[in-house]
């Protein structure tokens, strides 16, 4: 696997986002922009605290996946961006590196304590007449720059909505993460069929991967058996299960500060009845060639809310033909009868965040798109366009608490074979996918054919 990114590719990237920032101030007429690195949140009366976090909208413009708390980024149309990075005189802690090799990019200024660097920021945007600051609020900072705008709604929608379309550079980078996020999911697989526990196939993840927890895009989810069906399912059980029936593995790796987010489901070689297995196996089996088809339907122009329909009626599919419904497709996703099985929308768009920005705006005005009451918790309502990069991933899971309303309804659900399958929890299948004028291109898929090839 080569991790390498050539300069060219990252030069292009910058000149890109320096477009975009230089076009979002002209039209939303500010002089200069403030981006904001943030700094370390710490608990209530404690000296420590979550994991710092960059502002991702500063972190966009370098090949790493940090910048120091209190560091700024000044952008000024038509002048090379000035980074103010803060580099304490610090025996506790390692200094985060300087960027290197990016001269070329930025004009980089290297600071020991915030009071200086916050008096530096303030004397560089002084005399022009609208500076907009972009992060976290900062009082001292904040009061040092006076007349800035705090986040306006207007430069922040014209720069989110730019970031749905990836760049070659953040394209390779994500390639990347997903090549790692694979090898994870590779050694968690053989652990799983080898008796760990989820514990245990959380280590393996991390191990494979080279990522500690706090390198995670997000927390791992890694769901044995019942589980499976809790869709954000947050523990790793230290102790074995009785019987393996399944695993459902969501878990991703990280590049440059770019995420993959990737999902596996798969069934147990000791399951509590090897018939039961088989049902599942089937079943995983459909919903792989019913998610393969979903990704294979994203084209530019096209728009999600229909390819989240389109998952419904796919799905109404799947039920009838295991024999879970006893209606026809056609009555089952007319009747919404596959909602309670799936209750989440079809996915997301995938960046520097795990839940990138901007999912719901049509336009760099900000006009929203909200999704409709019937799909509620859609992330993504904008018509899709070349190089947005989103994720795939249609579910079927046995959720006690959707299901058990359906009883009183009396709906064409077989419930012993709905008992058979209850304890494998569920399946979600999802990948990373690239939009293009036509076939996507699957960086999840492709990191496993590599992987099969190394
Ligand atoms: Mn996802």
């Known amino acids: 696997m080569n991790l390498e990114t050539p300069l060219q590719l990252f030069s292009d990237h910058f000149a890109t986002i320096s477009q975009r920032w230089n076009d979002a101030l002209d039209q939303c007429a500010f002089d200069s922009a403030v981006i904001y690195a943030g700094e370390q949140a710490m608990y209530f009366h404690d000296d420590h605290g979550t994991p710092f976090k960059t502002n991702p909208n500063l972190l966009q413009w370098l090949p790493q996946d940090q910048i120091p708390e209190h560091s700024c980024l000044i952008v000024r149309p038509g002048e090379k961006p000035t980074l103010l990075f803060f580099r304490p005189i610090d025996f506790w802690h390692a200094p ?214 389109l998952m419904h009626k796919q799905l109404a599919g799947v039920l009838v033909e295991h024999n879970l419904l006893t209606c026809s497709a056609d009555q089952a996703f007319e009747q919404g009868l596959t909602e309670p099985f799936c209750p989440h929308g079809l996915g997301h768009l995938l960046g520097i965040q795990v839940h990138d920005v901007g999912g719901h705006q049509i336009n760099l005005k900000g006009e929203q798109a909200p999704p409709p009451a019937s799909y509620s918790t859609l992330r993504l309502t904008r018509p899709l366009d070349t190089n947005m990069v989103l994720t795939i991933e249609p579910g079927l899971y046995f959720i006690p608490s959707l299901l058990e309303p359906l009883k009183q309804a009396k709906a064409f659900i077989n419930w012993s074979k709905i008992d058979v399958l209850m304890p494998f929890g569920g399946i979600r299948i999802e990948d990373n996918v690239c939009v293009t004028q036509t076939m996507p291109r699957n960086l999840t898929r492709d990191a496993f054919a590599l992987a099969a090839k190394a």
């Open 96 to 309: 985060t590196l300087v960027p290197e090799n990016h001269g070329q990019h930025l004009n980089i200024e290297l600071f020991a304590d915030s009071g200086s660097l916050f008096a530096r920021c303030a004397e560089m945007v002084i005399s022009d007449a609208k500076c907009a600051f972009i992060g976290e609020a900062q009082e001292v900072l904040l009061a040092a720059l006076k007349n800035c705008a705090v986040n306006p709604s207007d430069l922040i929608h014209h720069l989110y909505f730019q970031r749905g379309s990836k760049t070659d550079y953040e394209l390779e980078t994500m390639q990347c993460a997903s090549n790692i996020g694979v090898i994870g999911h590779l050694a968690a697989a053989d652990a799983f069929q080898a008796g760990a526990t989820e514990f245990e196939i959380h280590l393996s993840f991390l191990a494979a991967t080279g990522h500690n927890e706090v390198a995670l895009p997000y927390p791992n989810i890694i769901a044995q058996n019942e589980h499976a069906s809790l869709l954000h399912y947050q523990h790793q059980d230290r102790t074995g299960a009785k019987h393996l029936n399944s695993l459902l593995i969501d878990a991703g790796g990280t590049f440059n500060g770019y995420a993959s987010d990737i999902t596996r489901t798969h069934v147990g070689n000791r399951c509590y009845s090897a018939e039961a297995g088989n049902e599942f196996a089937a079943l995983i089996a459909s919903m792989d060639a019913h998610q393969l088809s979903l990704t294979r339907a994203v084209t530019s122009g096209c728009h999600y809310l229909d390819l989240h329909k």
